[in-house]
């Protein structure tokens, strides 16, 4: 127990309890709870500091768990359960820095705002496993905007499968690979018209054009289905391996965009999928050359360096490389790679960018 910090048992219920939305943040729960108990937030919060012997230089209530519970007579380690429960599959050495459910090395995702609906009308904040829609009220619920879906169940498919197969390979709303998927949608757009169900879609949610802004929300099912074909392990492998050219892998990347946006190849497009190409295949090669370490000539495991050279170029997509797949360049002792507890506390970063 930490200097300050009172125990758990001796803490006294707040006299209103309030329920928690599924995934919810301990910083939220706490907003609420001392809105249901006609306290300020900052007379809870500072409290809170207090008992659990936090710093009182920025606090991070998300540590304050324990107390939290105790306070608003939630069951013993339920935000550790829900911890738990919502955690992302991480790339770490437990599992041969392959995607895994990592106890140890598992972390939650960014906080986005709750579904209106699950939270009984609350504005709050989750780290719940899935993305902007909520499958069980069919609405949208990303960044605080509360739209209708019900006319449009292939955002629920989509919803699914982020949820579900794209989850269990590491991806997540900030992890980079939607961003990259919406960034070739949105550069196909500047110069073609979109599919008439995506310009129906549009013109229903009161969307104007596949915008930097607006093409998440417009194209959310074609963006979730194009992640789902770049992170494939075959796809992956032969759009950034050696062994092809790279002209060849960046019209593989382009008729990937335009099947599934049902058009056909633009400039626009073709510039930005020969950088993704370029900059990949780069990637690849520094990965190829890592080290063991700073002080040793031998070469790294190619799976811990596939990872910490995509953290290193930001290049999401040579986290879903198959090692098995990709052609071997031969050694050439080049930079070290990073210790293991680096790499994990790095996690899955976005890529950088590409205009």
Same mark, same amino acid.
């Given at each position: ?75 013993v ?10 955690a ?8 041969? &820095?392959?995607? =895994?459910?990592?106890?140890?090395? +598992?972390?939650? #995702?960014?906080?986005? /705002?709750?579904?209106?609906?699950? %939270? @009984? ?15 069980h ?9 509360d739209?209708?879906?019900?006319r ?8 699914r ?5 794209? &989850?269990?390979? =590491?991806?997540?709303?900030?992890? +980079?690979?939607? #961003?990259?998927?919406? /960034?070739?949608?949105?550069?196909? %757009? @500047?110069?073609?018209?979109?599919a ?34 770049l ?17 060849? #892998? ?103 960018p590409?205009?």
């Open positions: 127990m930490r200097q300050g910090q009172a125990p758990v048992a001796d803490v006294r219920a707040l006299p209103v309890p309030v329920r928690t939305v599924p995934g919810e943040t301990v910083t939220c729960y706490l907003a609420r709870l001392a809105e249901a108990n006609t306290l300020t937030e900052r007379d809870l919060r500072l409290h809170v500091t207090d008992i659990a012997g936090l710093s009182p230089f920025r606090p991070n209530l998300e540590n304050a768990g324990p107390w939290a519970e105790r306070l608003g007579s939630l069951p380690g339920h935000f550790d359960r829900e911890a738990r429960r919502n992302m599959y991480v790339r770490c050495q437990h599992f041969a &820095w392959q995607p =895994g459910n990592c106890t140890r090395c +598992g972390y939650t #995702q960014q906080p986005r /705002t709750a579904c209106r609906r699950c %939270a @009984r009308g609350a504005s709050t904040m989750v780290r719940s496993r899935g993305g902007a829609v909520c499958n009220h069919r609405r949208w619920h990303l960044d605080g905007v739209i209708d879906l019900t449009h169940p292939d955002y629920a498919h989509a919803e499968c982020l949820s579900g197969t794209l &989850w269990k390979r =590491g991806i997540g709303l900030h992890t +980079g690979e939607l #961003q990259l998927a919406a /960034t070739l949608i949105e550069h196909w %757009a @500047r110069d073609a018209k979109p008439r169900r995506v310009a129906d879609r549009m013109a229903d949610l009161g969307i104007g054009e596949l915008g930097r802004d607006t093409v998440l929300l417009a194209a959310y099912p074609e963006v979730v289905r194009l992640t789902a074909v992170t494939d392990l075959s796809f992956a492998s032969y759009l950034l391996s050696s062994r092809f050219k790279l002209a060849e #892998q960046v019209w593989a990347l382009e008729a990937a965009v335009v099947t599934i946006m049902q058009g056909t190849t633009t400039t626009h497009l073709h510039d930005i999928a020969e950088r993704i190409v370029a900059r990949g295949k780069a990637a690849v090669e520094t990965a190829f050359s890592m080290r063991l370490n700073a002080g040793c000539k031998r070469p790294a495991a190619l799976e811990k360096a596939l990872v910490a050279s995509s953290q290193r170029h930001r290049i999401c997509l040579l986290r879903h490389l198959s090692t098995v797949r990709i052609q071997i360049i031969p050694y050439t002792p080049g930079i070290a790679v990073p210790r293991n507890r680096t790499v994990v506390a790095r996690g899955g970063l976005s890529d950088a590409l205009t």
